[in-house]
Nanobody, 124 residues
Framework: QVQLVESGGGLVQAGGSLSVSCAAS????????IGWFRQAPGKEREFVEA????????YYADSVKGRFTISRDNVKNTVYLQMNSLKPEDTALYYC?????????????????WGQGTQVTVSS
């Protein structure tokens, strides 16, 4: 069992930066791939970025390439998402999720555990 808690969301102007964190409980955290998803009002949940259990593989959506960076600290049981050059279209509720699926971690249905989300709002 893994419990996930996101933090760090907030309001930022376009072009600014924000970092969100995903803190996990559970001794098996380091065996999970962790992904970030986001959902804007009226839109489907979409994949943002993911990192493998040991950090050697990173997967990202084209929309955030070069702007968002994911990292993890398995000692602190925390995954970070650093978001730079934010745009109004990045506004959404950001969720972290955990999976042990061997598939490429782009699909939300492959994830077993989810956090409650943290709101990121980018003003123009």
């Amino acid at each position: 069992q893994v419990q996930l808690v996101e933090s760090g969301g907030g309001l930022v102007q376009a072009g600014g930066s924000l970092s969100v964190s995903c803190a996990a409980s559970g001794r098996t955290f380091s065996s999970y791939t962790i992904g970030w998803f986001r959902q804007a009002p009226g839109k489907e949940r979409e994949f943002v970025e993911a990192i493998s259990w040991n950090g050697d593989r990173i997967y990202y959506a084209d929309s955030v390439k070069g702007r968002f960076t994911i990292s993890r600290d398995n000692v602190k049981n925390t995954v970070y998402l650093q978001m730079n050059s934010l745009k109004p279209e990045d506004t959404a509720l950001y969720y972290c999720a955990a999976t042990r699926s061997g598939s490429a971690p782009y699909n939300s249905y492959d994830y077993d555990y989810w956090g409650q989300g943290t709101q990121v709002t980018v003003s123009s």
